[in-house]
């Protein structure tokens, strides 16, 4: 099992160091990992930490969570809705805007795994913006919003926008800041709409092999995915983890302030 450079980072074996090379450059990325069963994917996970989510027995029973929680990330002819009525994006063939996950939840996931069993033929690379990319492209007002005024997530209020041990992070889903867009001051409306604006223009494609692992860390980096055709079986298994390691704790909730 080797990684391989991630476009903008520099190329390691997989030596078991995820945790410091994660903290180091934002991302990591294992080729060949065993798609026919969980297990490759489970043991890098319990190597990095726990799941997010409490069970969810009714997406198990459906098929759509296996081995507790790793979400099959695939089209269905059902797709699921989300607490707002919207289609879940992940269970559909639509373009998936730049986002970084869990943004409503309370403690959102410090890693993102995911690991592709079936490419689409047609469309569906993941695409990436490295946050350290965007920032400094913002204009200072839109920074000052995103960092120090207080935008609705879930049932809290938070920062968009802030720094850590020398490297911007970002928390952000255009899809959830739309439906609190009437909460959002005009400043807060063009710092989202210049965050996502020089996002994009900042961001890079990267289509997924069958064995890719793509391992990140959830605010370094935005990330999305083009449409894909109907009909295609497209198949990510997707897991979201909060880091247990000690000395990845320090890395991943350090004091910041730098
Ligand atoms: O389908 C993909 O490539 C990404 C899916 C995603 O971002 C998500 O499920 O949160
Ligand atoms: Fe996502």
């Given at each position: 099992?080797?990684?391989?450079?991630f476009p903008h980072?520099?190329?390691?074996?997989?030596?078991?160091?995820?945790?410091?090379?994660?903290?180091?450059?934002g991302a990591?990325l294992?080729?060949?990992?065993?798609?026919?069963?969980?297990?490759?994917?489970?043991?890098?996970?319990?190597?990095?930490?726990?799941?997010?989510?409490?069970?969810?027995?009714?997406?198990?029973?459906?098929?759509?969570?296996?081995?507790?929680?790793?979400?099959?990330?695939?089209?269905?002819?059902?797709?699921?809705?989300?607490?707002?009525?919207?289609?879940?994006?992940?269970?559909?063939?639509?373009?998936?805007?730049l986002?970084?996950?869990?943004?409503?939840?309370?403690?959102?996931?410090?890693?993102?795994?995911l690991?592709?069993?079936?490419?689409?033929?047609?469309?569906?690379a993941s695409i990436f913006s490295v946050v350290?990319d965007?920032?400094?492209?913002?204009?200072?007002?839109?920074?000052?919003?995103?960092?120090?005024?207080?935008?609705?997530?879930?049932?809290?209020?938070?920062?968009?926008?802030?720094?850590?041990?020398?490297?911007?992070?970002?928390?952000?889903?255009?899809?959830?800041?739309?439906?609190?867009?009437?909460?959002?001051?005009?400043?807060?409306?063009?710092?989202?709409?210049?965050?996502?604006?020089?996002a994009?223009?900042c961001s890079f494609r990267m289509?997924?092999?069958?064995?890719?692992?793509l391992?990140w860390?959830?605010?370094r980096m935005v990330h999305g995915r083009?449409?894909?055709?109907?009909?295609?079986?497209?198949?990510?298994?997707?897991?979201?983890?909060?880091?247990?390691?000690?000395?990845?704790?320090?890395?991943?909730?350090?004091?910041?302030?730098?």
């Amino acid at each position: 099992m080797t990684t391989v450079p991630f476009p903008h980072y520099e190329a390691r074996l997989f030596d078991g160091g995820i945790i410091d090379q994660l903290h180091r450059t934002g991302a990591v990325l294992i080729r060949d990992l065993d798609v026919n069963d969980n297990r490759a994917l489970l043991t890098i996970c319990q190597f990095i930490g726990r799941p997010t989510q409490a069970r969810n027995p009714d997406a198990e029973s459906r098929g759509i969570v296996e081995d507790g929680f790793v979400h099959r990330v695939e089209a269905l002819l059902s797709p699921l809705k989300d607490r707002h009525g919207a289609a879940v994006l992940s269970t559909t063939n639509l373009e998936f805007q730049l986002h970084t996950d869990e943004f409503f939840a309370d403690n959102p996931a410090e890693v993102v795994l995911l690991h592709c069993v079936r490419s689409a033929q047609d469309g569906g690379a993941s695409i990436f913006s490295v946050v350290n990319d965007i920032v400094p492209l913002l204009s200072a007002g839109a920074i000052d919003q995103l960092m120090n005024s207080f935008f609705p997530a879930g049932n809290s209020l938070v920062h968009l926008l802030w720094r850590k041990e020398g490297n911007w992070n970002a928390r952000f889903n255009p899809y959830e800041l739309s439906y609190a867009v009437g909460a959002l001051s005009k400043d807060q409306r063009s710092a989202i709409s210049m965050f996502e604006h020089v996002a994009t223009a900042c961001s890079f494609r990267m289509a997924l092999e069958p064995g890719d692992c793509l391992i990140w860390l959830n605010h370094r980096m935005v990330h999305g995915r083009e449409s894909f055709g109907p009909g295609q079986e497209r198949l990510l298994k997707r897991v979201r983890l909060h880091v247990n390691d000690p000395r990845g704790m320090r890395a991943f909730s350090g004091s910041g302030g730098s």
